[in-house]
């Protein structure tokens, strides 16, 4: 007790005033929780009873817990789809919900590390330590939006025909009036991407791209490889290159053929030093500005690959120097303030990674996103 004694009633103990800290988020946000309601996670629950018998008789506590497990909980078992959201075996009753998880496990055209075809099981196998709760958005998905998971596109080892595949799958979730999120996947879906929203979008699609790589190239190796999905999307009519915005692009692996493509296409790139140089707030306004500029739509795609290597080492073509994890949360929230037709997560290669933190980052992204447009009241393409 004898320093107890000598030091903490004269260095720390106090009788002053606390500092007011109800302005700040951490207090609003507990008290938003409380207006949050329960309805369908206590219908989940009940539905757990039905389907899956009620608990043995030892088991106390019966509110959550079920004999067979048909439910959020608990989060080490049980069958993962994305968030444990429902599995919608018939794709036709996709309208029925508000949200679509669909995974293009392809990694064909990968051109150094392969591995992501194995990007959407990661994904969905980490997303069950999350729930459907935000603390700081002071969102529940659950009890907002409807949010299903198709399953994965048949994607055969064929570049053009898995392609074909994957605009058919995005185009008949978006054409169904609901929002497709795309588990990829290296980027060279996202040339097949674009071209599905596109065909669902009267009018023009911006692109807002997040990466460290140009991607622009027209072959590489004498196929579409993920190194060109921007050239052949905004050779798409309505997908013109004035509306691309590529974010966070630099380092040591963009190949000149792509770099000299970009130039004649003149699209919109922002570097790490561009952006940490200029700002968070004034690179959103820069993407949104050139991205909606004469557009009825906005695709967001994001290349994990464009946060710093030492945060994502699950992917197949590391760059250091890239964007901090919360630096690339905060552009795709205050790109989904604006309302998005479609978000892809591509180039999670789970083979590479380490306790699965590159999945959790995808997975976050995408959260982060469907919170953001829950918020906004931008699902739907609401404006």
């Known amino acids: 007790m004898v320093f107890y004694d000598r030091h903490a009633p004269n260095h720390r103990n106090h009788t002053r005033d606390l500092p007011d800290v109800s302005a700040f988020e951490g207090y609003k946000a507990q008290d938003t929780e409380a207006v949050i309601p329960t309805t369908q996670w206590e219908g989940e629950c009940k539905r757990a009873k039905e389907l899956g018998l009620e608990p043995a008789d030892s088991i106390e506590d019966k509110r959550e817990i079920s004999c067979f497990q048909r439910g959020e909980l608990p989060h080490w078992s049980g069958i993962n789809t994305f968030l444990k959201a429902p599995y919608v075996e018939d794709v036709r009753k996709v309208g029925d919900y508000d949200v679509a998880i669909v995974g293009a496990p392809f990694d064909i055209g990968t ?3 392969s ?4 990007g959407p099981q ?10 459907p709760y935000s603390f700081e958005l002071g969102i529940d998905l659950r009890e907002r939006i409807k949010i299903c998971d198709l ?4 994607c055969p080892a064929n570049i053009t025909k898995s392609h074909d595949q994957i605009t058919k799958g995005v185009a008949h979730i978006l054409a169904a009036g609901t929002l497709p999120i795309i588990l990829g996947g290296d980027h060279s879906i996202g040339y097949p991407t674009a071209r599905g929203i596109a065909q669902c979008i009267e009018g023009n699609v911006g692109i807002i791209h997040l ?3 140009v991607d622009t190239q027209e072959k590489d190796m004498d196929e579409i490889m993920h190194t060109c999905p921007w050239f052949h999307a905004t050779n798409i009519p309505n997908c013109p290159p004035a509306n691309l915005v590529q974010l966070g692009i630099g380092g040591w692996q963009c190949p000149r053929p792509g770099v000299k493509h970009g130039r004649s296409m003149r699209t919109t790139i922002l570097t790490i030093d561009d952006i940490e140089r200029i700002g968070i707030e004034k690179t959103l306004e820069i993407a949104l500005e050139v991205a909606w500029k004469g557009a009825s739509a906005v695709f967001l795609s994001v290349d994990i690959d464009c946060v710093d290597a030492g945060f994502v080492p699950g992917t197949g073509w590391p760059e250091p120097g890239g964007f901090l994890p919360r630096e690339m949360l905060a552009l795709v929230r205050g790109i989904a303030k604006e309302g998005i037709a479609g978000m892809e997560v591509v180039e999670v290669s789970p083979p590479y990674d380490i306790s699965d933190i590159t999945s959790l980052l995808a997975v976050r992204a995408i959260c982060d996103v469907l919170g953001t447009l829950v918020k906004h009241d931008r699902v739907g393409g609401r404006l």
Request: proline letters at 0%; charged letters at 30%; glycine letters at 12%.
């Open 151 to 154: 399953g994965d596109i048949y």
């Open 211 to 213: 990466d460290r790589h």
């Open 111 to 113: 051109t150094y590390r």
């Open 115 to 118: 591995g992501t075809r194995f």
């Open 122 to 131: 990661g994904i969905r196998r980490i997303s069950s330590l999350y729930t």
